[in-house]
Nanobody
Framework: QVQLVESGGGLVQAGGSLRLSCAAS????????MGWFRQTPGKERDFVAA????????TYAGSVKGRFTISRDNAKNTVYLQMNSLKPDDTAVYYC????????????????WGQGTQVTVSS
Protein backbone atom coordinates (compact mmCIF):
# COMPACT_ATOMS: atom_id res chain seq x y z
CA GLN A 1 0.00 0.00 0.00
CA VAL A 2 1.43 3.34 -1.06
CA GLN A 3 1.64 6.01 1.61
CA LEU A 4 2.66 9.62 1.39
CA VAL A 5 2.97 11.33 4.76
CA GLU A 6 3.50 15.08 5.01
CA SER A 7 4.97 16.86 8.01
CA GLY A 8 6.40 20.22 8.94
CA GLY A 9 3.35 22.42 8.75
CA GLY A 10 2.45 24.92 11.43
CA LEU A 11 1.89 28.55 12.32
CA VAL A 12 4.44 31.14 11.26
CA GLN A 13 4.54 34.92 11.00
CA ALA A 14 4.66 36.65 7.65
CA GLY A 15 8.22 36.74 6.38
CA GLY A 16 9.11 33.53 8.15
CA SER A 17 10.06 30.11 6.82
CA LEU A 18 8.87 26.54 7.03
CA ARG A 19 10.15 23.29 5.58
CA LEU A 20 7.66 20.65 4.62
CA SER A 21 8.60 17.00 4.19
CA CYS A 22 6.82 14.17 2.44
CA ALA A 23 7.91 10.62 3.16
CA ALA A 24 6.86 7.98 0.65
CA SER A 25 6.55 4.27 1.37
CA UNK A 26 4.95 1.15 0.00
CA UNK A 27 6.70 0.97 -3.34
CA UNK A 28 9.77 2.19 -5.11
CA UNK A 29 9.36 5.67 -6.55
CA UNK A 30 11.95 5.27 -9.25
CA UNK A 31 10.99 7.42 -12.21
CA UNK A 32 8.17 9.07 -10.27
CA UNK A 33 7.77 12.81 -10.25
CA MET A 34 6.72 14.38 -6.96
CA GLY A 35 4.60 17.46 -6.56
CA TRP A 36 3.26 19.83 -3.94
CA PHE A 37 -0.21 21.32 -4.09
CA ARG A 38 -2.19 23.50 -1.72
CA GLN A 39 -5.83 24.07 -1.01
CA THR A 40 -7.94 26.52 0.97
CA PRO A 41 -11.57 25.94 2.00
CA GLY A 42 -14.01 26.22 -0.88
CA LYS A 43 -11.30 26.46 -3.52
CA GLU A 44 -9.66 24.03 -5.91
CA ARG A 45 -6.37 22.38 -5.19
CA ASP A 46 -3.61 24.50 -6.73
CA PHE A 47 -0.22 23.48 -8.04
CA VAL A 48 2.78 24.74 -6.07
CA ALA A 49 5.88 22.91 -7.30
CA ALA A 50 7.08 19.63 -8.77
CA UNK A 51 10.34 17.77 -9.28
CA UNK A 52 11.41 14.91 -11.51
CA UNK A 53 13.01 11.69 -10.28
CA UNK A 54 16.38 12.74 -11.65
CA UNK A 55 16.12 16.07 -9.78
CA UNK A 56 17.12 17.85 -12.95
CA UNK A 57 13.65 19.15 -13.63
CA UNK A 58 11.74 21.44 -11.32
CA THR A 59 8.78 23.68 -11.95
CA TYR A 60 6.99 26.23 -9.78
CA ALA A 61 3.79 28.20 -9.70
CA GLY A 62 4.40 31.85 -10.44
CA SER A 63 3.14 32.89 -7.02
CA VAL A 64 5.88 30.97 -5.20
CA LYS A 65 8.80 31.18 -7.63
CA GLY A 66 11.84 32.65 -5.95
CA ARG A 67 10.45 31.98 -2.47
CA PHE A 68 9.87 28.21 -2.41
CA THR A 69 12.33 25.46 -3.29
CA ILE A 70 11.42 21.84 -3.95
CA SER A 71 14.01 19.11 -3.49
CA ARG A 72 14.12 15.36 -2.93
CA ASP A 73 16.30 12.68 -1.41
CA ASN A 74 15.70 9.55 -3.46
CA ALA A 75 17.62 7.36 -1.04
CA LYS A 76 15.12 8.33 1.64
CA ASN A 77 12.06 8.45 -0.65
CA THR A 78 11.42 11.94 0.68
CA VAL A 79 10.55 15.22 -1.00
CA TYR A 80 10.87 18.62 0.65
CA LEU A 81 9.40 22.05 0.17
CA GLN A 82 11.43 24.90 1.65
CA MET A 83 9.17 27.92 1.99
CA ASN A 84 10.74 31.31 2.64
CA SER A 85 9.34 34.83 2.83
CA LEU A 86 5.94 33.42 3.65
CA LYS A 87 2.85 35.54 3.13
CA PRO A 88 -0.65 35.27 4.59
CA ASP A 89 -1.82 34.22 1.10
CA ASP A 90 0.31 31.09 1.46
CA THR A 91 -2.03 29.85 4.20
CA ALA A 92 -3.47 26.52 3.06
CA VAL A 93 -3.38 22.78 3.51
CA TYR A 94 -0.35 21.51 1.61
CA TYR A 95 -0.43 18.12 -0.09
CA CYS A 96 2.29 16.08 -1.69
CA UNK A 97 1.58 13.83 -4.63
CA UNK A 98 3.34 11.34 -6.89
CA UNK A 99 3.00 10.32 -10.52
CA UNK A 100 5.07 8.22 -12.89
CA UNK A 101 7.17 10.06 -15.45
CA UNK A 102 7.39 13.77 -15.99
CA UNK A 103 6.22 16.56 -13.75
CA UNK A 104 2.65 17.77 -14.18
CA UNK A 105 0.69 20.75 -12.99
CA UNK A 106 -2.84 19.48 -12.38
CA UNK A 107 -4.11 17.30 -9.53
CA UNK A 108 -5.82 14.77 -11.80
CA UNK A 109 -2.46 13.79 -13.29
CA UNK A 110 -1.16 12.48 -9.95
CA UNK A 111 -1.81 8.93 -8.77
CA UNK A 112 -0.93 9.11 -5.08
CA TRP A 113 -1.67 11.71 -2.42
CA GLY A 114 -0.81 12.43 1.17
CA GLN A 115 -3.28 13.53 3.82
CA GLY A 116 -2.06 17.13 3.90
CA THR A 117 -0.42 19.40 6.43
CA GLN A 118 -1.76 22.80 7.52
CA VAL A 119 0.35 25.90 6.98
CA THR A 120 -0.91 29.12 8.55
CA VAL A 121 0.86 32.43 8.00
CA SER A 122 -0.17 35.27 10.29
CA SER A 123 0.14 38.91 9.30
Amino acid sequence: QVQLVESGGGLVQAGGSLRLSCAASGRTFSNYAMGWFRQTPGKERDFVAAITWTVRGTTYAGSVKGRFTISRDNAKNTVYLQMNSLKPDDTAVYYCAARPGAVAGTPREYNYWGQGTQVTVSS
